[in-house]
């Protein structure tokens, strides 16, 4: 099992570098940042003073998207990140949430999102890639490259995501810290690979979710956002799929029932005003609170259903006790995996 932090760009640069330090000497082994530039701060930048500071760390965005920076840029940055820090950059890929929306504009379709982590994989190659930018094609080869084998993995909650996470990605993230609901997902992507004829035994699942080691009071009330969020997500498969069938479990859309709307310039707040219709279950179910004997069990169960890794969205106060919780009591319980 791998364990990783997330950071979603609201904690002073300075105090991330060391809470990355922290998190290293505590076994974590990656680094996630919400890659959202107008929503917080250009998280390549802070990516790169963390990695002049750590050793063994992997890091990447959690998750980019293919419409924000056109994709020669993507693909010399990533590039450029790899070998600042010795091969110790992986990318998380996604249609394309909060960095699209919050400036009026739609998520990325399933099929675009694939060429995008098709196109990244062959620059970091050295290979010549030829896309559609602007309506028109562009064709570009980065002739300074290492020739490195970019790990890319697909964030994914919907069917044609889940398959292309399983036919083309090196792993598959889910926000989810639910073990049936995150094993129903990756089984999909999982299969998808498998029709494709594609050798699956490396194939990683991570299920990212927000954790409180404390009274659960306290833990619902610094999580309760995390559900919300995933709404997002969920409203956009109920519109496509529906709110029953076999596309969409009825466990995972019946939450949303109440959803009245989301404000983005809110998105991951704890204060945020729209997170009302969010039940204690559900966010008991979504996220990994309480004692230190129920993260241990949780993470167990996570585990068991085939993820490997778990990783820790740092944003929900307290962070540099949650990192130092989990060095001390959970990691210890857990073979941890030290390379990506």
């Known amino acids: 099992m791998e364990f990783g932090i997330t950071f979603k760009g609201d904690i002073s640069p300075k105090r991330t570098v060391e809470l990355c330090k922290l998190a290293e000497q505590a076994g974590f082994t990656y680094a996630w940042f919400f890659d959202s530039h107008v929503l917080w701060r250009e998280c390549y930048v802070t990516m790169a ?7 063994n760390m992997r890091f990447g965005p959690c998750v980019t998207n293919p419409g924000v920076r056109e994709w020669s840029v993507a693909g010399s940055l990533y590039a450029t990140l790899q070998a600042q820090s010795g091969g110790r950059f992986d990318a998380g890929i996604g249609r394309g949430d ?7 504009r739609k998520p990325l379709t399933v099929e675009y999102m694939a060429e995008f982590g098709d ?12 896309y559609e930018w602007e309506g028109s094609e562009t064709t570009v080869q980065i002739p300074w490259v290492e020739k490195y084998d970019l ?7 919907g069917p044609k995501a889940l398959g292309v996470a399983g036919q083309y990605g090196d792993g598959l ?8 609901l995150v094993k129903w997902f990756s089984d999909q992507a999982i299969a998808a690979g ?3 004829g594609k050798d699956m035994s490396n194939f990683r699942v991570m299920s990212a979710a927000p954790v409180w080691v404390g009274d659960m009071d306290t833990a619902r009330t610094q999580t ?3 559900p919300a969020m995933v709404g997002n997500h969920v409203a956009d498969l109920v519109e496509k799929y529906g709110k029953t069938g076999a596309s969409v479990p009825q466990r995972l859309t019946d939450y949303i029932e109440g959803r009245k709307g989301y404000d983005y310039r809110h998105h991951a707040d704890k204060d945020a005003d729209h997170l009302g219709f969010i039940k204690d279950d559900i966010v008991d179910s979504f996220g990994v609170l309480g004692s230190v004997e129920t993260h241990v069990q949780k993470v167990r169960e996570l585990e068991s259903v085939g993820v490997t890794q778990f990783n820790v969205y740092l944003m929900c106060g307290d962070e540099e006790r949650i990192v130092e919780e989990y060095g001390k009591s959970v990691l210890p319980e857990f073979k941890v995996m030290s390379d990506g």
């Open 49 to 55: 003073m963390c990695m002049e500071h750590t050793t």
């Open 98 to 104: 909060s960095s699209r929306r919050v400036l009026g």
């Open 119 to 130: 196109a990244l994989k062959a620059m970091a190659k050295g290979e010549e890639v030829t």
């Open 151 to 157: 790990p890319v993995w697909y964030a994914a909650y």
């Open 173 to 180: 993230i889910i926000q989810l810290a639910d073990p049936w």
């Open 194 to 196: 498998q029709a494709a």
């Open 224 to 226: 309760r956002w995390f």
